[in-house]
């Protein structure tokens, strides 16, 4: 297992339009973490899963932002609608239990 | 809620210089405290943490960190700094006993090493 992977690495988008990234987490791991980090700052958490349920989301978390974890494995993480203000890196990690986050590459989303 | 302050933004040591990075917390409770080190462009690696027990914790890379109850501190110290430890730390502190997973982070301190 190589880690927590990311991808798109990087996205450039119009304002407006929709966009989608994917988190794989560490195969044994059952939880699941959305941040984002903007340039200067710490990361905010967004959201968190444990296996497919979302416990946790962040007042961050506006209505046009959606995230998932389909079977527990794989999650998504949708903007529409995208705002300059969304520009940002989108971090995920992943745990088991109550172990050490580990954290991918992140995705880092810029819309002109 | 819960809180972290990094009061310094930038500092630079020279290699071989000992290092203290300083982080202060705010919460009423037993804190979870951690210590992340990010390089550009990629995520975050733990470093240490504290969750209980002695309050002197021993990481990675020759890191450590003292939690200071009294002072509501967590500062990541090293004897002896490596280039290689150029990067950004970030402290976070966890409220996980109210069974919240969320991770408050500070806003970093970035570290450079002159030789």
């Known amino acids: 297992d190589t880690g927590v992977s990311q991808n798109p690495r990087h996205k450039i988008t119009k304002r407006g339009q929709n966009v989608t990234f994917r988190c794989d987490p560490i195969s044994e791991h059952n939880r699941l973490y959305w941040y984002r980090q903007t340039l200067g700052q710490g990361p905010e958490f967004l959201t968190y899963f444990q296996n497919e349920a979302q416990l946790e989301k962040s007042r961050l978390l506006s209505d046009r932002f959606s995230a998932e974890r389909p079977k527990g494995s794989f999650s998504t993480l949708e903007i529409q609608r995208t705002e300059q203000g969304d520009s940002a890196m989108y971090l995920c990690?992943?745990?088991?239990?109550?172990?050490?986050?580990?954290f991918g590459q992140g995705t880092r989303l810029t819309v002109v | 809620a819960q809180s972290v302050t990094q009061p310094d933004i930038h500092i630079t040591v020279s290699e071989g210089a000992s290092l203290e990075l300083r982080c202060n917390y705010s919460?009423?409770?037993?804190?979870?405290l951690f210590w992340y080190v990010q390089s550009p462009g990629q995520g975050l690696q733990l470093l240490l943490k504290y969750f209980s027990g002695d309050t002197l914790v021993q990481g990675i890379k020759g890191f450590e960190a003292e939690f200071k109850r009294s002072q509501s501190s967590f500062n990541l110290r090293k004897p002896s700094v490596h280039w290689s430890d150029a990067a950004e730390y970030f402290c976070a502190v966890g409220a996980w006993d109210t069974g919240r997973r969320a991770l408050t982070f500070g806003s970093g301190t970035r570290l450079q090493v002159q030789p």
């Open positions: 919460y009423g409770a037993t804190p979870y």
């Open positions: 990690a992943s745990s088991w239990d109550r172990g050490e986050a580990f």
